[in-house]
T-cell receptor, first 111, second 113 residues
């Protein structure tokens, strides 16, 4: 069966420090992969999506970047975190025109 | 914005009552999906309705879609305390080849035992 792993669950980082969040998918090949951010009490904002290895598209300009070094691995990074990067980050995968399966999320607090 | 908007933002009902949440969107879509999120957790897919469908059922869930009005509704019948969560609609715009979903801000449902 397909599963998605996202870690860490919580993270507290100082302003200006780097960030690396990792997401891996099992049980499927060539999935579409997504990173979303959710501000407190708000909806989800699509940050990045990928339809294949090395193929990254960004929906909004920001302080973050994403990479897909392997078919089922999606990484969200930042070289220098800002206070405004705090939020709940969710990774998800889907097949084309299908539903999404979300990871359990990472609560990032930048202090 | 491509995002859907849910209405109401918050809903509080007694256990056993029905809960209805509405979603409006702006663009032509391939499909519309409803998700549930327990506090501080990831989202769980509930139901997907395609643009050529008008109604879909899954257990106690009933979803309708009116593409002429660009709106959808989610009905939860015979609600239970365990249904307490936030519910989001998400639209897959017709043009998007990557099946990107755009989420609304959600309806916070509280079911009182």
């Amino acid at each position: 069966s397909q599963t998605i792993h996202q870690w860490p669950a919580t993270l507290v980082q100082p302003v200006g420090s780097p960030l690396s969040l990792e997401c891996t998918v099992e049980g499927t090949s060539n999935p579409n992969l997504y990173w979303y951010r959710q501000a407190a009490g708000r909806g989800l904002q699509l940050l990045f999506y990928s339809v294949g290895i090395g193929q990254i598209s960004s929906e909004v300009p920001q302080n973050l970047s994403a990479s897909r070094p392997q078919d089922r691995q999606f990484i969200l990074s930042s070289k220098k975190l800002l206070l405004s990067d705090s939020g709940f980050y969710l990774c998800a995968w889907s097949v084309p025109t299908g539903s999404y399966t979300f990871g359990s999320g990472t609560r990032l607090t930048v202090v | 914005s491509q995002q859907g908007e849910e209405d109401p933002q918050a809903l509080s009902i007694q256990e056993g009552e029905n809960a209805t949440m509405n979603c409006s969107y702006k663009t032509s879509i391939n499909n519309l999906q409803w998700y549930r999120q327990n506090s501080g957790r990831g989202l769980v897919h509930l139901i997907l309705i395609r643009s050529n469908e008008r109604e879909k059922h899954s257990g106690r869930l009933r979803v309708t879609l009116d593409t002429s009005k660009k709106s959808s509704s989610l009905l939860i019948t015979a609600s239970r305390a365990a249904d307490t969560a936030s519910y989001f609609c998400a639209t897959a715009p017709f043009r998007t080849g990557a099946n990107n979903l755009f989420f609304g801000t959600g309806t916070r449902l509280t079911v009182i035992p």
